[in-house]
């Protein structure tokens, strides 16, 4: 089993419309989560950091489920702009890390 | 700030050339990371650098080496190019205790015919 699973989509969706994204981890003992953003034939740039609690910077929300060992990017009122692939990061110790794949946004006007 | 910076942005090699993929950092990170990106394949870890002075390898190390000149640089070496290494490569760098939160280099588009 991968370490991190994503779908790669592609998700189509309208703008204005809500779009969600899991990122599903396979070490329970999983420390910390970040998802990042890659425009096409650019390089990812940190997007947000996922707390336990969860945690919200504008229209994106995170969200850490540690039951089912997956975590959410939560996108509301979407924008042409948020067209890209969203990577997710999980470190399962201080000494490692793994990048998922990634899913691919497009939002069509 | 410049961030992370990669030369070159472009190269195509012939199979069996060599060449130095250059990075720098001016965020005084301490940890350092050179990756590959194909297709489908997402991000994959091809050495990295925890701190001055020390190397290790990731997933993908064969026919590559690196070397962490000081603190701001960490180049990579393609010894004898091959076309599997047709790819872009991503330098990049974080803090200490911060693999999470890492910062990307533009990366360089490397064809090798």
């Known amino acids: 089993r991968k370490e991190v699973e994503q779908d790669p989509g592609p998700f189509n969706v309208p703008e204005g419309a809500t779009v969600a994204f899991n990122c599903t981890y396979s070490?329970?003992?999983?420390?910390?989560f970040f998802w990042y953003r890659q425009d096409c034939r650019k390089e990812p740039k940190l997007l947000m950091s996922v707390y336990s609690s969860g945690n919200e910077d504008g229209r994106f929300t995170a969200q850490l489920n540690r039951a089912s060992q997956y975590i959410s990017l939560l996108i509301r009122d979407s924008k042409l702009s948020d067209s890209a692939t969203y990577l997710c990061v999980v470190t399962p110790t201080g000494n490692q890390f793994y990048f998922g794949t990634g899913t691919s946004l497009t939002v069509i006007p | 700030n410049a961030g992370v910076t990669q030369t070159p942005k472009f190269q195509v090699l012939k199979t069996g050339q060599s060449m130095t993929l250059q990075c720098a950092q001016d965020?005084?990170?301490?940890?350092m990371y050179w990756y590959r990106q194909d297709p489908g394949m997402g991000l994959r870890l091809i050495y990295y650098s925890a701190s001055e002075g020390t190397t290790d390898k990731g997933e993908v190390p064969n026919g590559y080496n690196v070397s962490r000149l000081n603190k701001r640089e960490f180049s990579l070496r393609l010894e004898s190019a091959a076309p599997s290494q047709t790819s872009v490569y991503f330098c990049?760098?974080?803090?200490?205790?911060?693999?999470?939160?890492?910062?990307f280099g533009p990366g360089t588009r490397l064809t090798v015919t």
């Open positions: 965020m005084n990170h301490n940890s």
């Open positions: 070490n329970s003992a999983s420390q910390s």
């Open positions: 990049a760098s974080s803090e200490v205790g911060q693999l999470g939160e890492q910062y």
